[in-house]
Every structure is written in structure tokens, then in C-alpha cells.
């Protein structure tokens, strides 16, 4: 599977409060509404600067903090399919794939805001079309990618019924 979109580049340490502001995520279920005010503590005007498709970068410890499923919904809301970064908190990280949010670990070094990535999660390799360069992550187990790919484990065992492995 091939995911291919635009960098947006944060540091290390990105909080689920950073991620969607608990001033919001107390008062809608709505995800839409939510995703209006992703990233907006770090940078006002996120949510009119991303698009369908677009990439979440970061440094390590990505989605630290609380462990609502919040966080990756609104990422998701927003259309973001995948947030690659150098580390994960556990239990976002864990959340992220039950809500069928793709996440990768890499360095993330040499991408910057802007640049266009080209990204096989099979493979793990993220290529940096802007740049000319690649790099490589270790790739997600096959069975998280179709889990994912199914919009999560609820809509997954909804079509399957059960694991397939």
C-alpha cells in the first residue's frame, strides 16, 4: 500500500493536548468539528493549511500524554492517513491502529514541512520525491496494515467477524 502527500513537520514531544486542545475535546463528539482545531496550539492555522492525504512528521515521542482516542480520531478527521516520527507513545500508538490511523517509525531527519513523500507501508520506504532522497522504516506487520486499511479493529471484525491470523 502507497500513500503519497505532503509534509507537515513538528518537533519532539508532541502531546495528545497539542494534537487536539482539551479546551475542545470535552465539548463535541464531533470529529469534523475537532479536526477544525488539530495541531492549533502549535500552529493557529493547521487545519486550513492541510489537506486529504497530507503526512503528520515529528520527532520522538509522538502522542504522548493522555490516552484518549481523540488524538488519532482527529488526525484521521482531518484526513491524514499516517504520522511518521521517530518514536510513538505506546498507548498512542496502539490507539492510532485500532482507529485505522497508519503509523511509521523513521528518522526523521531529513524531511522538512512541505516536502512531497511518496510512502510504501509494506516496505517501510518513504520517499522524499522533493528531495530525491529516501529512507527507510521498519514497515507495519501485514496484518496492522489490513486492520487499518479497514478503518480500524471495529470496522475490521465488523466485515471478518474475527482475525483472520
Do not use: W
Amino acid at each position: 500500500m502507497v500513500l503519497k502527500g505532503q509534509a507537515h513537520k513538528f518537533g519532539d514531544d508532541i502531546n495528545t493536548d497539542y494534537i487536539i486542545s482539551g479546551k475542545y475535546k470535552f465539548k463535541t463528539l464531533d470529529m469534523k468539528e475537532l479536526a477544525s482545531h488539530l495541531m492549533e496550539d502549535l500552529d493557529p492555522q493547521f487545519s486550513q493549511k492541510v489537506r486529504p492525504g497530507d503526512i503528520l512528521v515529528a520527532g520522538k515521542n509522538f502522542g504522548c500524554g493522555s490516552s484518549r482516542e481523540q488524538a488519532p480520531l482527529v488526525i484521521k478527521s482531518a484526513g491524514i492517513p499516517l504520522v511518521i516520527a521517530r518514536s510513538f507513545a505506546r498507548i498512542f500508538f496502539r490507539n492510532a491502529l485500532n482507529v485505522g490511523l497508519f503509523l511509521l517509525e523513521a528518522d526523521t531527519e531529513s524531511i522538512s514541512g512541505g516536502d512531497l513523500l511518496e510512502v510504501n507501508l509494506t516496505t517501510g520506504i518513504i520517499r522524499n520525491l522533493s528531495r530525491g532522497s529516501q529512507t527507510s522504516a521498519q514497515p507495519l506487520p501485514e496484518f496492522l496494515v489490513e486492520i487499518a486499511r479497514e478503518g480500524g479493529v471495529v470496522a475490521y471484525l465488523r466485515k471478518y467477524g474475527q482475525f483472520k491470523i
